[in-house]
């Protein structure tokens, strides 16, 4: 006889016989000539899970998943590694002096704007967590001056220049006739996980004001890790 027999699941003519099992468990082979058991549903979704039928309502989580076909066999696919993340935004909101005489000095940042993944710190320095190729754009607008100057924007990996742009250090022009000066740098860097970058800017012997709220600072990560 074949079916359920006391708290017991009999297959009949095969000789296999398995133990009923409780809520939420499924009911599994282990082979050939095997008992069948109940056993914990496994974790994830399979196809029978695929509905669409309700729809995401907000910004999706890093660990939220997408389904992929790899070679034809499905495959779970966290959302952080096809999206630009981590990422960092940062403004600043007050006018900011620069020194008088010729000197790279360290930028702060009032205000967040936005932020997924990373450690923003009160040293003013983003550290990615995530390995890769990141992009990274700096704008400034410094005041209009009677005096002539340049500025140059420099970014920063673990304590050390890496790259920078704007107006070279051997560029100055009058300010009077040509007013505010808008002044950007973007550049790629590849970062380690715990490497951690930050923004300088220099200026000419010329006491120099950036403009507030017309500067920001803006980190993302381009899609995929990659390799230095």
Known sequence: MSGIVGSRFNIRGSGLIGSLGSDGQAFTSSGAGKSAVFEAAPSGF??????????????PAQTDEIVISDGGTLKRLDIAHITCTPCLAVYEADDWSHDASPTTQKLT??????????????????????????FCNVKLRYAASTDSKAQDIQIWKNGSALTSGGNPQNYSYKASTRGSSDVWHTGMVFLDADDYVEIYAWTNSVASTIVGNKNSWQIWRATGTGTS
Request: aromatic share 12%; glycine share 16%.
């Open 109 to 134: 940042w009032g205000n967040l704007d936005k932020q997924v993944g990373g450690t923003w710190a009160s040293d003013q320095t983003f550290t990615p967590g995530v390995a890769g190729w990141y």
């Open 46 to 59: 399979d196809v029978s899970s695929i509905t669409g039928a309700t729809a995401l309502a907000e910004e």
